[in-house]
């Protein structure tokens, strides 16, 4: 059995790609896994289940973090925040490292890792494609 869309889209986003993307290097090695499903399905999806449970835990102590203190205990949600958004990463790298993706952007971080978002659309003509400014001619 194939690998469906909504698996792809959360490899895709776990690994730090645009929803937009649709035929760069990661979006064709994802699409590549079919072949492979039988011997890297299950891992796949272990993983992608797990980064969802990360994900799932982070929002829910998103409320503990603007607490400081419950009565005499002193809470320390960013502890907990920090050690999940840690696991997080941990289990994008092992999915990077099972399917031979590349991490894009690091989805777990607490803030942005990069100014721009250009798209890499080697269509579009750019001095510099990496930093995807500026466009030369139109």
Known sequence: ??????????????????G?????????SINSLD???ARMGPIVRELIDLLRNVDREINESL??????????????????????????????????TWTKVAIGEDVFSSGSTRSDFYSGDPSEHRIDPSLGVPTLGT
Not at 20 to 28: I, V
Not at 83 to 94: A, D, E, I, P, T
């Open 1 to 18: 059995m194939a690998f469906t869309v909504a698996e792809k889209a959360y490899l895709m986003f776990y690994l730090g790609y645009s």
């Open 20 to 28: 937009y993307e649709d035929d760069g290097p990661a979006q064709r």
């Open 35 to 37: 072949s492979q499903e």
């Open 63 to 96: 409320p503990l973090a603007a607490a400081i203190e419950d009565g005499s205990i002193k809470l320390r949600a960013h502890y907990t925040l920090a050690h999940l958004r840690q696991v997080g990463k941990q289990y994008v790298k092992r999915l990077a």
